[in-house]
């Protein structure tokens, strides 16, 4: 089952378990994966580059690029018409997804969830207001506690990982 990592959920895990994409753990098989969108969300962020800048350090460029997600024509037509519904229906009630001062779901935000939906997918990411969204349609969030719960349970880190 494909694990689909949100951009913070992947720049806190990413030195910490190697390698930290493509990886197979669990008794159900579950991958963690980086969609591109995550690299695009980096790249496009001078904050999120100087605070990580070994984001593109050949190690764990290389790592991402040889465990993409490849998508058929059908695949992303499917996930842009469910990141269009997704976001409709965050500005629809804007002050339900940016109660507690955060910012409302974005086009990544809705990408990701799209791709989710449409690959019966999980994402791991710590952002509630994603968590609301993804309940509201029926798609599997987990926190990255529970990732972590996971790995350690399939013993892929152990317990000094876990702060």
């Not at 951009?7 to 378990?17: E, G, I, P």
């Not at 969609?35 to 904050?47: A, T």
């Not at 050949?58 to 490849?70: P, V, W």
Request: hydrophobic share 40%; charged share 25%; proline share 3%.
């Amino acid at each position: 089952m494909l694990v689909l990592l949100d951009t913070n959920a992947y720049l806190r895990l990413a030195k910490r378990v190697r390698p930290a994409v493509g990886i197979t753990f669990g008794q159900k098989g579950y991958v963690l994966t980086v969609h591109k969108s995550v690299e695009d969300e980096v790249h496009k962020s001078p904050r999120l580059r100087a605070k990580y800048p070994w984001f593109d350090a050949d190690e764990f460029a290389s790592e991402r690029l040889a465990k993409q997600i490849r998508l058929s024509a059908d695949e992303k037509q499917s996930i842009e018409a469910a990141q269009s519904v997704l976001h409709g229906w965050v500005l629809s009630d804007i002050d339900r997804y940016t109660s507690g001062g955060r910012s409302p779901r974005g086009p990544t935000d809705c990408w990701l969830l799209g791709l989710a939906q449409v690959k019966s997918a999980i994402v791991v990411t710590d952002d509630m207001g994603m968590h609301e969204l993804a309940k509201d349609f029926g798609i599997s969030v987990w926190h990255g506690y529970e990732l972590l719960d996971k790995l350690r349970s399939a013993k892929v880190v152990n317990g000094t990982l876990i702060k």
